[in-house]
């Protein structure tokens, strides 16, 4: 019976290995054949019809039968940039899609987004943002961001990556779509908080925090298309930067797609870094660089740099240049190929009545929107609220509710947003929830841009008749997004003088957070007893806010930006190295240095208790592995969701490291009095150091391992791994 057993093995084996072998085969043989077809269509084509194709979403060539590649962004839902189409689904921001911890759903996300690309005929996405929020929340860009750890920014990027292009036999088919990763790279790192300012740092610096969710894009997702930075890296604007492009992006970690320009910003090579003297000489540097397709958005001739205005003369006075013409369209080509474009029957597309949503995607939209709203505060238990217990509620402030607009799209979504077919506000939610039950008594206060507070009496009169009081403030696309940079980092406006006023009614007050960055709440985190972060939750964001409030979800998101106490202490985040131990002891004098909400935070209406944290091997060699677990306990009374997060620190290295650095991370459901085991692995991909010849490798030593509920030492339980040589 053995031998039957182990005969049986081995034809698993041999036949899985013949299978994967084939799979190779094909897949090795289908590229071959595209780079075929490439090759003898690139010899066929004009000079100016080579050029015509570096362009984003370059017209259809009919006498070649090339295809449209249209494009579209996809940060949270599908946005076709020029048009706004109210059949689309608008998911959460991607800060509160990262606030889930569950990359699986933005996986699901990004699929269902394909979709609706496809049944909008497009085909390439500018999504997603890969960049590692550095702290300093003063960048508008913050919430496009999965936030400041560089491990947890790469899971969420793969996911959704492998969603938007599809996995295995599936990518790139009818229902997938060409994700772009952006913006390569460090690009919130610069020094005054301001969008495409210039960033100067360490190759340890790059490489330890910003590199990382790009290697994942390319080497785990085998992300299709790259976008540069605005910036200037180092001195070196990214659209001309050879050692990024080139020597990292491409002969480092393999990538093989094409890298599309960020809007205008190879003629900015002349206009901005005043680098290049013209836009010819701009265009040679960006095409030299390894940048295959210019974008400007309205195709504005006065913008374009990859035009035959720009290019042809030059490059039929100087042949050696169009080799890089030729590069850049085979690479745009293969992509084309790869999609099944030149395969498929173009269609027309009527946009105002295709549908490209549907309930399922709205549905799925409120799941996301609920799992990410993280709870920062609940003295008291004041929340859920017992709506039998209530007879009237007033909503306040001025993000409690927003009209559908006349033209672009809702604020309150964040930026990158289209227009779903409607949004429900935390206004429209809550009447929802409670029907007649409770009378909702409805002020604004005071607009979120604006320092009138003509409105406030009423918001004071609604205060004062009601039981309970919901104030939503915050910021909105006019306060924040990209663009929208702030020298501080305070509700604007009046809304700070809001809540005082409807604190002082003496009601109980629930703040709900409806904002794109970390703010500087002290006055709310100090006076308000209970306060929800919900960030821009999508077109489903105010059922998921009144089914929080009411108790039907209870809230499990957690933090993946710190918050500020001030835009002095910025920047702030949980990746810190050792502080100066002499004079000062790296404290500030007259404030407290800890973030005002840490990374990983976020309560729930139920207790977690962890027991201690246990490795199956305490000792393993520098090659080894082995795993951590820990047993996680509801110790309330109704069923919860925890995120358990592992954080590595090597004890004593050969360099300066983080004090420590997130390896891991599993969200879970539990119900009262339920225990569950969780275990992480431990090995090199979570051991490793950039060593000082910036190899990474795996140095002997002991390893603080902490295990708990977030990055604070208060909430992290330890245990110490040996590895030897």
């Known amino acids: 019976m053995k031998k039957i057993f182990l005969a049986a093995a081995l034809f698993f084996m041999l036949f899985s290995a013949i299978a994967q072998s084939g799979k190779e085969s094909l897949n090795s043989k289908s590229e071959l054949e595209i780079e075929k077809k490439v090759s003898a269509l690139l010899n066929k084509m004009t000079l100016e019809e080579k050029i015509a194709e570096m362009t984003q979403d370059a017209p259809a060539n009919d006498r070649l039968g090339i295809p449209v590649m249209k494009y579209g962004e996809a940060l949270h839902g599908l946005w076709l940039v020029l048009d706004y189409y109210g059949n689309t689904t608008v998911y959460p921001q991607a800060v509160a899609c990262a606030s889930t911890w569950e990359p699986e759903l ?31 929340a003063r960048y508008g860009r913050v919430e496009e961001s999965y936030g400041e750890d560089p491990y947890l920014v790469s899971r969420m990027g793969v996911a959704f990556i492998e969603g938007l292009q599809g996995t295995g036999d599936e990518q790139f088919d009818e229902n997938h779509v060409i994700a772009t990763a952006k913006h390569f790279v460090g690009y919130p790192e610069n020094r005054r908080g301001i969008n495409g300012g210039f960033s100067d740092m360490s190759e340890r610096r790059l490489r330890e925090v910003y590199l990382s969710s790009f290697e994942a894009a390319v080497k785990e997702a085998g992300v299709g298309s790259v976008m540069p930075g605005h910036q200037d890296f180092n001195g070196v604007p990214c659209h001309m930067n050879t050692w990024l492009l080139k020597d990292i992006l491409r002969d480092e970690l393999g990538f093989d797609g094409f890298i599309v320009s960020d809007n205008n910003d190879v003629g900015r090579l002349e206009t901005m870094h005043f680098i290049a003297e013209n836009r010819t000489e701009a265009a040679i540097l960006g095409l030299k660089a390894g940048v295959d397709m210019d974008l400007v958005i309205g195709k504005n001739v006065e913008l374009a740099t990859y035009h ?22 085979s690479r745009i080509l293969t992509a084309k190929y790869k999609l099944g474009l030149f395969d498929a029957e173009p269609k027309a597309i009527d946009t105002e009545t295709v549908e490209a949503g549907t309930d399922e995607h709205r549905e799925f939209a409120l799941e996301i929107a609920e799992k990410s709203i993280i709870m920062l505060k609940n003295d008291n238990n004041l929340l859920p609220l017992d709506v039998s217990k209530i007879k009237s509620l007033a909503v306040i402030g001025p993000n ?11 604020k309150l979504l964040g930026g990158y947003s289209g227009l779903p077919p409607y949004y429900v506000s935390v206004l429209d939610g809550l009447k929802k929830k409670v029907g007649k039950n409770v009378k909702i008594n409805y002020a604004e206060g005071c607009d979120i841009d604006s320092f009138s507070k003509e409105g406030f009496p009423e918001a004071i009169a609604a205060a004062k008749k009601s039981d309970a009081v919901v104030l939503v403030v915050g910021s909105s696309h006019k306060t924040c997004g990209e663009g929208g940079d702030r020298a501080d980092l305070d509700l604007y406006g009046v809304q700070k003088e809001l809540v005082e006023a409807i604190h002082k009614t003496g009601k109980p007050v629930i703040v709900v957070l409806i904002n794109g960055r970390p703010l500087s709440i002290n006055y709310i985190a100090e006076n308000i007893p209970s306060v929800l972060e919900t960030w821009y939750g999508g077109m489903r964001a105010g059922d998921a806010v009144a089914n929080v409030i009411f108790g039907d979800v209870n809230p499990g998101g957690k933090l993946t930006m710190s918050f500020p106490r001030s835009v002095g202490q910025t920047p702030v985040t949980y990746l810190e190295r050792p502080d100066f131990i002499g004079s000062g002891k790296g404290k500030y004098r007259f404030s407290d240095k800890s973030p005002l909400f840490p990374f990983g935070y976020g309560l729930s209406y139920t207790t977690f208790q962890y027991g201690e944290p246990k490795l199956k091997n305490a000792v ?3 090659d080894g592995t082995t795993t951590v677990s820990i047993e996680v306990t509801n110790t309330g009374k109704v069923k919860g969701d925890e995120i358990v997060q592992m954080y590595v620190r090597d004890d004593f290295a050969s360099v300066g490291r983080y004090l420590k650095l997130l390896k891991g991370f599993e969200r879970i459901t539990l119900k009262p009095g339920e225990t569950k085991t969780v275990s992480f692995k431990l090995g090199f991909d979570e051991l490793n150091i950039l060593n000082q010849d910036m190899k990474k490798v795996v140095e002997p030593g002991t390893f603080t391992i902490s295990v708990g509920a977030s990055s604070q030492e208060k909430d992290l339980k330890t245990v110490t791994l040996k590895v030897n040589n």
Not at 127 to 135: E, Q, T
Not at 320 to 328: D, F, G, T
């Open 400 to 410: 409690a509710h927003e009209e559908r607009p006349k033209k672009g799209t809702y």
């Open 308 to 329: 035959s205005n720009i290019l042809k003369d030059t490059v039929i006075k100087n042949p050696s240049l169009e080799k890089y013409i030729n590069q850049a369209t």
């Open 620 to 622: 393993i060699n520098a």
């Open 106 to 136: 933005i996986k699901k996300m990004a699929s269902q987004t394909a979709k609706e690309a496809r049944a909008l005929g497009v085909t390439h996405c500018y999504s997603p943002n890969l960049d590692v929020y550095a702290g300093d």
